[in-house]
């Protein structure tokens, strides 16, 4: 049987629809694409937004209420839950630097292990501190993530502990295991005071994404905020130190009293004809006062 | 008989003109006759709180001292400071003639003096009390001032220059037999545990505390206004200065 052919009028109908569709669906395409593309920007200009307005709105005043905060406990709280609550951090470690050049786990916190030690709760930090310096070599100890941070002065991310190669996370992997805890994203930010000098570390775990509450890298934005709320919070800790250090000395060391020199100066006055003729008469006029009143 | 108090410390600027006029008017207030001489001629400074202005004296403890008047002339009643009834207060000035204040200096003067001055001005004015603001340091001048004294107000700032100086002081005083000795903690730093510096400054100088004042901006403003435990009696300072006054006025 023969193949019917199409007139062609026909023919001009079906390749006028073909390309018409055609035409639809790039036009679809190409709107799609452009509206995801705006979409994006918008999230953008939006984030770009959030952060400017989290600078100005959360990171300054919080900077500004560190420096008024007089109890020593409380600034050290007062630092790491702001700075976790800034970063929508699931935990977060206060580390200070000792005499010693170690750095001493002041506080720690974890929000999906309920757990708070140091700062102002009744529970004390009880780890081991972290040495800056190889106790036996005396080389500095750039293992761990938050002793590195402390020693560079500079702040430092890991997306993944798990496919991290440069730090030993041998630690955190214990806690891990022994919490049933899985850490992912770490951001360690150094604690510097106005001479430069690094007297903590900041260490927050886990950030989260706001939409979803994800787990996500700790975000370079991020990061920069978190730098800026470490000078702050470096600021009002160096300031509290100073104070403090300066009441000790005037309570503990001021009082001290130089026997020998007083002894010396007491004598050189007590020696004196003045001085003998003065203790003379001022006990001939108490014995004269004694008798008149008795 | 009058009792005798002097205020001294070792060094300047620890607000011993300030704490003399406030115990003075609260011994004034208590209703005893009192006398205050300012005895430190170099830097005079205890006329500001009981508002004496220069147009008002005509003489000075240095008048006295160079025998151009007898003491109670140089005696101004400045009862009118207390602002409410009490007993009288006078005052006796220092010159601050710049004059008057480098002629003392170049000439010095015989202590001795002093002596049969504060006993004129008891008998005279029938006083119950004598204040002597002393001059800062230890001098032949401070050392009769203590010597005379029923009771001693050493006033120190909590500092290791005042600890030093105040335990040389402390030693003289108790070698003159002084009866009564009080010791003043001023311009203490609200930080500081004023329990525990109370404690440690005792157990050091062996003499009790009777007072510890705290530095602060709101207390130095009052205080250069004037006589701050009777304006503001409901500060801390103020309690404090009132708790040296009762241990003066305990017979």
């Not at chain 1, 030993?168 to 214990?174: E, L, N, P, Q, V």
């Not at chain 2, 504060?118 to 029938?126: G, P, R, S, T």
């Not at chain 2, 005379?148 to 005042?162: E, G, K």
């Not at chain 2, 009052?222 to 435990?229: Q, W």
């Amino acid at each position: 049987m023969p193949i019917p052919t199409l007139s062609p009028v026909w023919n001009f109908y079906w390749a006028y629809g073909i390309c018409a569709s055609l035409l639809g669906v790039i036009g679809l395409y190409v709107g799609q694409k452009t509206r995801t593309r705006t979409m994006q920007l918008l999230r953008q200009v939006e984030r770009e937004k959030t952060r400017a307005d989290k600078f100005a709105n959360f990171v300054i005043p919080i900077g500004l209420s560190l420096t008024a905060e007089t109890n020593l406990n409380q600034l050290l709280e007062k630092i790491l839950l702001e700075a976790k609550a800034l970063s929508l951090a699931d935990g977060g470690t206060l580390y200070l630097v000792t005499p010693e050049k170690t750095l001493r786990f002041v506080m720690i916190v974890n929000d999906s292990l309920k757990i708070a030690m140091g700062g102002t709760s009744i529970k004390e930090v009880s780890l081991p501190p972290l040495n800056l310096y190889d106790a036996d070599t005396g080389a500095p100890n750039h293992k761990n993530i938050a002793t590195s941070c402390a020693l560079g002065a500079k702040s430092m991310s890991v997306d993944d502990v798990y496919t991290e190669k440069g730090f030993d996370f041998s630690g955190a992997k214990a806690f891990d295991q022994r919490m049933n805890y899985r850490t992912i994203s770490v951001l360690c930010v150094p604690l510097k005071d106005a001479q430069q000098k690094v007297i903590g570390v900041l260490q927050l775990i886990n950030a989260q994404d706001p939409d979803t509450s994800r787990v996500v890298a700790f975000a370079p934005q991020l990061r920069q905020m978190m730098e800026l709320l470490g000078l702050l919070a470096a600021a009002a800790l160096g300031s509290y130190l100073r104070i403090k250090t300066l009441t000790d000395q005037i309570v503990d060391l001021k009082i001290q009293i130089d026997e020998a020199k007083k002894e010396r100066q007491v004598t050189e006055i007590t020696e004196s004809d003045y001085f003998k003729g003065l203790q003379t008469r001022a006990r001939e006029m108490r014995a004269k006062v004694k008798g008149q009143n008795s | 008989m009058a009792k005798i108090v002097s205020i001294h410390s070792y060094r300047g600027g620890t607000g011993k003109s300030n704490l003399t006029a406030n115990l003075a008017s609260l011994a004034a207030l208590a209703g005893k006759r009192v006398a205050v001489v300012d005895t430190d001629v170099q830097s005079p400074g205890i006329h500001m709180p009981f508002g004496l202005g220069e147009d008002r004296v005509e003489f000075a403890l240095n008048h006295f001292i160079w025998g151009e008047c007898p003491i109670e002339k140089a005696a101004y009643d400045v009862s009118a400071a207390l602002g409410r009834p009490g007993g009288p207060i006078y005052l006796v000035p220092s010159s601050i003639k710049i004059s008057d204040i480098g002629r003392i200096l170049k000439e010095g003067y015989d202590v001795r003096l002093l002596n049969d001055g504060f006993q004129a001005l008891i008998e005279k004015l029938n006083l119950d009390f004598l204040f002597i603001d002393t001059h800062p340091g230890v001098n032949e001048e401070t050392l009769l001032s203590i010597a005379i004294s029923d009771t001693l107000v050493l006033i120190l700032r909590p500092d290791q220059q005042d600890f030093q100086g105040t335990a040389v002081t402390v030693e003289l005083a108790k070698k003159l037999d002084v009866p009564q000795m009080l010791l003043v903690i001023n311009k203490a730093l609200p930080s500081m545990n004023f329990d525990e510096l109370r404690a440690k400054v005792e157990k050091i100088y062996n003499v009790p505390v009777a007072a510890v004042l705290p530095l602060t901006t709101e207390l130095v403003q009052l205080a250069s206004s004037g006589l701050i435990s009777l304006v503001h009696p409901e500060l801390e300072a103020s309690r404090e200065i009132g708790k040296v006054s009762e241990k003066i006025l305990a017979p």
